[in-house]
């Protein structure tokens, strides 16, 4: 991925500087731009790499939540887990869900779409509203469900996680 790139879908335009988004939509209200930590760097190109080996070029919600649940050992994962989604369950109901085509070309820097967007916004304004260093993949799990007309956050709803509930888990576990 490059380490500075302008991507526009539909009337957004996002500058991705080194995994930290500075974004340009008059609409939307300010948030600070906090920058991602490693996981979630690593998130996000996982996603980015599901949307392209599914067709799809642009990065939904279903692609950040799977790959925040691709591995069963991180804390989104264990989050969910305790608060009893079975994330094994949740996995294979996203990539039923998710469209299945050709796999796509590399993407010289990710697009995402509107809603996958306001995750990353919701992501940012989690880790500004608990005075976090970073942008984890905990508060892109919370971006998530904060963009609650989401189909990955109906299904994270659906499986009694709700974003109360998620922060109340989170505060239970052990960093």
Do not use: C
């Not at 600070?32 to 490693?38: L, N, R, V, Y």
């Not at 998130?43 to 939904?60: D, F, K, M, N, V």
């Not at 649940?69 to 994330?87: E, I, N």
Request: overall charge positive; aromatic content about 4%; hydrophobic content about 40%.
């Amino acid at each position: 991925m490059s380490t500075s790139s302008i991507v526009v879908y539909g009337i957004v335009v996002v500058a991705i500087v080194g995994m930290q988004v500075i974004r340009f939509w008059p609409r939307m209200k300010s948030v600070p731009d906090i920058p991602f930590t490693e996981d979630a760097r690593t998130t996000l190109e996982r996603a980015a790499e599901e949307a392209r080996l599914r067709g799809t070029a642009p990065i939904s919600p279903d692609h950040i939540l799977l790959a925040l649940v691709s591995d069963p050992s991180s804390r989104p994962a264990q989050l969910l887990t305790q608060v009893g989604v079975d994330v094994t369950r949740l996995q294979a109901q996203l990539r039923t869900g998710l469209s299945s085509g050709d796999p796509g070309p590399e993407q010289i820097a990710p697009v995402y779409t509107a809603r996958a967007y306001r995750v990353l916004e919701g992501a940012l304004s989690e880790a500004a509203s608990t005075q976090s260093p970073g942008t984890n993949s905990e508060k892109l799990l919370a971006g998530i469900l904060r963009e609650q007309r989401s189909r990955a956050a109906r299904m994270l709803r659906d499986n009694g996680a709700t974003l109360v509930v998620v922060r109340n888990a989170s505060a239970r576990l052990s960093p």
